[in-house]
C-alpha cells in the first residue's frame, strides 16, 4: 500500500496566521491513513491552540524540548525516529533561517536535524519576505541538504499584500506529501540490491580490421540500467561498443567480444543479485583470428570463414549460480512467445523479455520496444504483455516487474536453502 496508509507523520506548526489551515491539514492526514504527531513552535501557539491540535490528533502536542514529562513520555530522538516523513506547514521565514543554519534552539529545529526522515517544508510568509535574497538563499541551502519545499501560491495575503507567499490550501498539501511520499519510496525500491547488465552488441574480430557484430545499439540495456539505478540498486553495465554515454549512478564496464563480456560477468555475478542479459552476443566468432589483414584472393572464388559457437553468457552465469536471479531476452522474429518460453527453460532463467525484431520500430536501434515478459512461476509461465513504448518507460516498468518476482518468487524459492 503506498500514499499515507500506516505512515508517522510528524507535523510541525510555526509561527503565522496559516497556522490555522494546520489543524484541517492534520484531519486530512489522519483521514488519509496516517498517524499524526504535532510539534508546534513557540510562535505557533500564539496563533493556534495546541488544544485544537490535541483533540484532531488524540495526542498531546509537543512544544518544548527539554520537557521532563515529554520525554518521560517519547523523548526529541524518539520522536526524529519516529517519523516516516516531517511535514512543516506553515514554515515561517524564521524556522527556514534557523534550518537553513543547521540551529538546535527549540524541539522542531532539533527534530529536523535529528531525525533520518525526508523533511517536507511548505513555506508561508509575507511576499516581500519571501522575495527576500537571504530567505532566498536560505531557501537554497535547505535544498542542498535534501530538504523537500513547496513553491508559496500567490495570491491575496492576510496582511493585505499581493504576491507568492501563501500556504496552499490543505487537500493540496496532503496530496503533495502523498505524491512526494510515493516517489521517495519508489526510489528506495530496489535499494541494497546489486544489477548486473549487458547490453550493446559484440564485435567478433576476423582480422586486426574487420568483425562480425549486429545492429544493437545499446539503447534497451541502457535504458534498464538507469531504470535499476533510479530505483536506488547498485548497477554494473557491461557494455559492448556503442555510442552511448553511462547513465548516472552506473558503474559501465566496456567489453568488445563475447568471451570478454562473460570473463567480465563472471567476476561480477558473486556480488550480483539480479542479471539481465539484454546484449545481442554474436553467437559465432571466427576459428581463427588472421594477425594480419586478410587479402583478397586473385580470381572471384568465395573466401570460407570457420565459425565456432560462442560461449552462452547468460546459459553459463544462471548454470553457475542457482542464487541469481537471471532475466534474460528472446530476440525472436517469428513465434515469439513460443522460442521465448523454450529459452526461457532451456537455459534455467527466472524470466524471458519476448522482443518481435522483425518489426523495425521495436527492435535494434529503435527508440520504442513492445515486449512480453514471461515469469516462470514454478512449472506455470506467467504472461505480461506491454503496449509500445519509449524503452526508457518501459524499462522502469520491467525494472518493477522483475524486483517483484524477485522479491515473491525467487526469494521463497531460496528460503529453506538458507537454513
Ligand atoms: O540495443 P538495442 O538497439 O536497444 O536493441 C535491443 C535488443 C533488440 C538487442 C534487445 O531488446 C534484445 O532483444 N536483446 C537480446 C538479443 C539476443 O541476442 O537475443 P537471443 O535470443 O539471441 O539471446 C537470448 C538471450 O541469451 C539474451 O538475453 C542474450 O543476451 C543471451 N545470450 C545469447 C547468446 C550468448 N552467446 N550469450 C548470451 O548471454
New binding site residues.
Given amino acids: 500500500m503506498t500514499g499515507l496508509h500506516n505512515k508517522s507523520i510528524l507535523l510541525g506548526v510555526s509561527g503565522g496566521i496559516a497556522a490555522y489551515k494546520s489543524a484541517w491539514l492534520a484531519r486530512l492526514l489522519i483521514k488519509a491513513g496516517a498517524q499524526v504527531r504535532v510539534v508546534m513552535t513557540q510562535g505557533a501557539s500564539a496563533f493556534i491552540q495546541p488544544l485544537t491540535f490535541q483533540a484532531i490528533t488524540g495526542h498531546p502536542v509537543h512544544q518544548q524540548l527539554l520537557d521532563t514529562d515529554a520525554e518521560a513520555g517519547m523523548g526529541h530522538i524518539e520522536l526524529a525516529r519516529w517519523a516516516d516523513a516531517i511535514l512543516i506547514a506553515p514554515c515561517s521565514a524564521n524556522l527556514i533561517a534557523r534550518l537553513a543554519q543547521g540551529q538546535a534552539n527549540d524541539l522542531l529545529t532539533t527534530l529536523c536535524l535529528a531525525t533520518q526522515a525526508p523533511i517536507y517544508l511548505a513555506p508561508a510568509m509575507n511576499q516581500q519576505m519571501w522575495a527576500h535574497p537571504a530567505t532566498q538563499a536560505n531557501h537554497q541551502t535547505l535544498l542542498s541538504y535534501g530538504y523537500q519545499l513547496l513553491t508559496p501560491e500567490s495570491g491575496e495575503q492576510a496582511c493585505g499584500d499581493i504576491g507568492p507567499g501563501r500556504l496552499p490550501e490543505p487537500e493540496t498539501l496532503c496530496a503533495w506529501l502523498t505524491q512526494a511520499l510515493d516517489a521517495t519510496q519508489k526510489s528506495r525500491l530496489a535499494q541494497g540490491l546489486r544489477f548486473l547488465i549487458?547490453?550493446?552488441p559484440t564485435q567478433e574480430a576476423i582480422d586486426p580490421v574487420r568483425y562480425l557484430s549486429n545492429?544493437?545499439?545499446?539503447?534497451?540495456?541502457y535504458a534498464l540500467a538507469a531504470a535499476a539505478a533510479s530505483l536506488g540498486a547498485e548497477v554494473d553495465l557491461v557494455s559492448g561498443p556503442v555510442h552511448l554515454p553511462a547513465p548516472a549512478g552506473v558503474t559501465r564496464h566496456s567489453v568488445t567480444c563475447?568471451e570478454e563480456m562473460l570473463s567480465t560477468c563472471q567476476a561480477l555475478q558473486p556480488h550480483t543479485q539480479i542479471f539481465i542479459?539484454?546484449?545481442?552476443?554474436a553467437?559465432y566468432r571466427a576459428a581463427e583470428v588472421a594477425c594480419h589483414k586478410m587479402k583478397k584472393g586473385q580470381n572471384e572464388e568465395p573466401l570460407t570463414l570457420t565459425l565456432v559457437r560462442?560461449?552462452?553468457?547468460?546459459a553459463t552465469l544462471a548454470q553457475d549460480n542457482p542464487r541469481l536471479y537471471c532475466a534474460?531476452?528472446?530476440?525472436?522474429t517469428q513465434q515469439v512467445e513460443t522460442h521465448a518460453e523454450q529459452?526461457l527453460r532451456r537455459?534455467g532463467l527466472q524470466a524471458i523479455i519476448a522482443?518481435d525484431?522483425s518489426d523495425p520500430q521495436i527492435?535494434?536501434?529503435?527508440e520504442e520496444?513492445q515486449v512480453t515478459l514471461l515469469l516462470k512461476k514454478g512449472e506455470l509461465t506467467q504472461t505480461l504483455t506491454y503496449p509500445k513504448m519509449p524503452?526508457t518507460q518501459l524499462s522502469l516498468v520491467l525494472i518493477q516487474q522483475l524486483l517483484q518476482h524477485y522479491q515473491e518468487t525467487f526469494l521463497h524459492e531460496q528460503t529453506p536453502d538458507q537454513g
Avoid at 545492429?215 to 540495456?221: A, D, L, P
Wanted: aromatic share 6%.
Fill in positions: 549487458t547490453a550493446g545492429h544493437s545499439s545499446g539503447k534497451m540495456g563475447a542479459a539484454c546484449a545481442a552476443v553467437d560462442n560461449p552462452d553468457i547468460l534474460g531476452f528472446a530476440a525472436e529459452k537455459k522482443n525484431v527492435g535494434f536501434g529503435s520496444n524503452k
